[in-house]
């Protein structure tokens, strides 16, 4: 039964978003985002129909290991975009860099203004890389892991929502541009996002994704002792 349920469960989550993102390829409205939509969604059916979060929990972990598979699949089309890629390699590494640095300063400063205790500060430092590695860094520099999976899904939740609009707000059109910007801040979920808007913004997301995880933790066990009080 068990069984049956987790397979279920995993069906209506793909069918929540692939229904979600036809519904935001149609309408291109940042609210209909579809790693939002079907997030709301799935909780919503989950509460109609009476179900709890550890009956969810054997799903998601099989969709969670997936995640790996699915990251290697972004090496497709990063070998398609690879000469672009090694002509820009050095802007690439210094945007990236310079992303990773910002985005985790401007998390620390808005901590530190709100008061937020040494805990928080540290789980919240490495919110803008893909969860496995915030959760470790956040675990080595004296974090909460789950605070930080937390802070992690609602930086992606929040960039893949606000950041394409914010690009085009800014003027940025050039597709390697708003890929390097996405992954950056807001790792999977930002690279997804980018990927649907042109296979070029995808690669870029995916190794902009790839370096900022590897820069913050290089840095963050030096960087983030300094916000503390």
Request: with cysteine.
């Amino acid at each position: 039964m068990s069984l049956l349920l987790s397979v279920s469960l995993i069906l209506l989550t793909l069918a929540a978003y692939l229904a979600t993102r036809r519904i935001f390829l149609a309408y291109r409205h940042p609210l209909l985002n579809p790693v939002f939509l079907s997030t709301v969604t799935i909780i919503a059916l989950l509460k109609l129909t009476g179900y709890t979060w550890g009956d969810y929990q054997p799903a998601k972990e099989v969709m969670t290991f997936l995640l790996g598979p699915a990251t290697v699949a972004l090496a497709l089309p990063l070998y398609h975009n690879r000469l672009l890629l090694r002509r820009h390699a050095p802007a690439v590494l210094a945007g990236v860099a310079a992303g990773s640095l910002t985005t985790m300063t401007a998390a620390l400063v808005a901590g530190r203004l709100l008061s937020l205790n040494d805990t928080l500060l540290l789980s919240l430092g490495p919110k803008s890389v893909t969860v496995p590695i915030a959760v470790e860094i956040s675990r080595l520099c004296g974090g909460e892991a789950p605070l930080t999976a937390a802070f992690v899904v609602a930086t992606g939740m929040l960039g893949s929502i606000l950041g394409p609009g914010t690009l085009t707000l800014l003027k940025v059109k050039h597709p390697m541009a708003r890929g390097l910007a996405l992954g950056t801040v807001s790792h999977g979920q930002g690279t997804a996002v980018a990927l649907m808007e042109s296979e070029t913004a995808g690669a870029m997301g995916g190794v902009a994704m790839a370096l900022a995880a590897v820069f913050t933790a290089l840095i963050a066990p030096y960087y983030l002792p300094l916000f503390l009080h």
